[in-house]
């Protein structure tokens, strides 16, 4: 048996793993991707790896939570420079999509089976982080409920369907970038009212 980790030592391991792992989930389907190579790369054995996360599903949602969230607050950022919330989020979804296609972290929860194994091994924290993130961004976005012409939790609901379409990317018969654009442009200026800015 292995010697005890210190808190400090426990941090920097934890950290590194989640590093490693961004890496290797954006190169490799969520399948291919061996926790016992990513344990070794930080130097901590496969057995060790476990005291940091119950399962690779749960690692995998950690890892694609913080990655969402480095987006979100990207999408906050620069809501201040913009001045129709409007046009500003048609062009951040889209470019977000865009970049969504090729990366293996979303071609992975995009495959069915691999979405079912993630959702039956989350963690009750991550289950509610997942529920409550599209939320918070929204309200972030339109603090005041007027500018919408929907409710809020319908206009979540719409957004979200937007990131829905990745998996049947092969499906669509218009170029994709042209679809998503156009589909996006409907969505988000159905969702606000004419006089926002």
Do not use: C, W
């Amino acid at each position: 048996m292995g010697r005890a980790f210190t808190e400090l030592e426990k941090e920097k391991i934890k950290e590194q793993l989640l590093i490693e792992g961004r890496q290797a989930f954006e190169q490799m389907h969520f399948n291919s991707v061996k926790i016992e190579i990513i344990a070794k790369r930080v130097g901590i054995s496969k057995g060790a790896f476990y005291t940091f996360f119950d399962s690779k599903e749960a690692f995998f949602l950690e890892i694609l939570m913080r990655f969402e969230a480095s987006i979100q607050a990207q999408i906050i950022s620069g809501k201040e420079q913009s001045q129709s919330i409007k046009a500003y989020l048609i062009h951040s979804i889209v470019t977000i999509i865009e970049a969504m296609v090729d990366n293996y972290l979303f071609v992975s929860f995009s495959d069915a089976k691999v979405q079912q194994s993630l959702l039956e091994k989350a963690t009750v924290l991550q289950r509610e982080r997942m529920l409550n993130a599209d939320l918070a961004l929204l309200e972030e976005l339109v603090p005041d409920e007027k500018l919408l012409t929907v409710s809020r939790d319908e206009a979540v609901d719409l957004m979200r369907s937007m990131f829905f379409l990745l998996p049947m990317k092969s499906e669509i018969r218009t170029p994709f970038s042209q679809f998503i654009k156009t589909y996006t442009t409907l969505i988000v200026g159905g969702i606000f009212k004419e006089t926002e800015t």
